[in-house]
């Protein structure tokens, strides 16, 4: 028995918003998408690096408003990488938490991207 890394679904509004959103802003990559027909909602897979995610505009698969945690190594990177884009509608900034820093950022639809990196005590003490 094994389990995979889980691949959340977060609910979106506009195609065009969540493009912009997570294909320009924060460089993922589009996987697929899928419509059951002509005018019928999307449902979208996205990937950067090794964090997948379903977008839906189906009504049900999940609720707007979602947070997904997300670990990453050498935030400080990420953070240069996003605010250079000067995305009119977010500018990261990194905070520091007692398990290490965090930069949490909303997409248009609600949902939050927390992306962290653990403080290297946390590294090495839990492997």
Avoid at 10 to 20: G, N, P, Q, T
Avoid at 38 to 44: K, Q, R
Avoid at 81 to 92: F, G, I, N, S, T
């Amino acid at each position: 028995m094994r389990l995979s890394p889980a691949i959340p679904i977060l609910r979106i509004f506009s195609e065009d918003k969540a493009k912009e959103f997570y294909l320009d802003f924060l460089g993922f990559k589009l996987e697929w998408e899928h419509r059951f027909g002509d005018n019928f909602p999307l449902y979208a897979r996205i990937k950067r690096s090794e964090l997948i995610i379903d977008l839906s505009e189906h009504y049900g698969d999940a609720i707007p408003g979602a947070t997904i945690f997300v670990p990453v190594e050498n935030i400080d990177v990420l953070c240069s990488e996003l605010r250079a884009k000067q995305y009119r509608y977010a500018k990261p900034a990194i905070e520091p938490v007692p398990w290490g820093r965090v930069m949490e950022i909303s997409d248009p639809f609600g949902n939050r991207l927390r992306f962290s990196e653990a403080a290297k005590s946390d590294v090495t003490a839990n492997p």
